[in-house]
């Protein structure tokens, strides 16, 4: 079956940097992406990742490790706005979405 | 600006009622897609569309029927409101398929009673 797992919650403080960790199955894999969903907001885009390696964007880094079934997303300096939800999602052999279940992250003064 | 926009953005309704939830959007995007989201869940997808007249059925589909008669508009309609299916719904649109960043709209929260 398909399959993506994120940890449900994670605290960090500000100004420090948190990896949120995802992995998955899926049936074939056409790209994995990352979201960010305030509460009560819709998610916005965040990264795409096809290929492994580390793709960086300002403040926000992502991995993929295809071989692994691993991605990550690294948040750096982090800021009180940065408390959210976090979600992974891939894309399968007929590029339908597949979406975890989010991880919540909570930021600390 | 483009936009998508839902509504409406809070609708309650009875068991057993015809429900349809309104998607429109600005962005000229042949893909639209239907979504729920629920507590403890990722967001599932209900049904999507590549383009007119062209509709799919996704991962949890029954109870759900939509259509798409041109590019701006995806209404999900529930023919008889279910309280399974009390949830938030989120539509979105992207541009292609195999880059698929996806805009979403603000989500209509629907409570069946």
């Known amino acids: 079956g398909q399959n993506i797992d994120q940890p449900t919650e994670m605290t960090a403080t500000e100004g420090a940097i948190v990896q949120i960790n995802c992995t998955y199955q899926?049936?074939?894999?056409?790209?994995l992406f990352w979201y960010q969903q305030h509460a009560g907001e819709a998610p916005t885009f965040l990264s795409y990742n096809v290929l492994d390696g580390l793709e960086e964007k300002g403040r926000f880094s992502s991995f993929l490790s295809r071989s692994k079934g691993y991605s990550y997303l690294l948040l750096k300096e982090l800021q009180m706005k940065d408390s959210a939800s976090y979600l992974c999602a891939t894309l399968d052999s007929n590029y339908q979405s597949i979406w975890g279940a989010g991880t919540k992250l909570i930021i600390k003064p | 600006d483009a936009e998508i926009t839902q509504s409406p953005r809070h609708k309650i309704t009875e068991t057993g009622r015809q429900v349809t939830l309104a998607c429109h959007q600005t962005?000229?995007?042949?893909?639209m897609f239907w979504y729920r989201q629920d507590l403890g869940h990722g967001l599932r997808l209900i049904h999507y569309s590549y383009g007119v007249h062209d509709t799919n059925k996704g991962e949890v589909s029954d109870g759900y029927s939509v259509s798409r008669s041109n590019t701006e508009d995806l209404p999900l309609t529930l023919e008889s409101a279910a309280s399974s299916q009390t949830s938030v719904y989120f539509c979105?649109?992207?541009?292609?398929?195999?880059?698929?960043?996806?805009?979403f709209g603000p989500g209509t929260r629907l409570t069946v009673l």
């Open positions: 899926t049936s074939g894999f056409n790209g």
């Open positions: 979105a649109s992207s541009e292609g398929t195999d880059y698929n960043e996806q805009f």
């Open positions: 962005w000229n995007h042949n893909n």
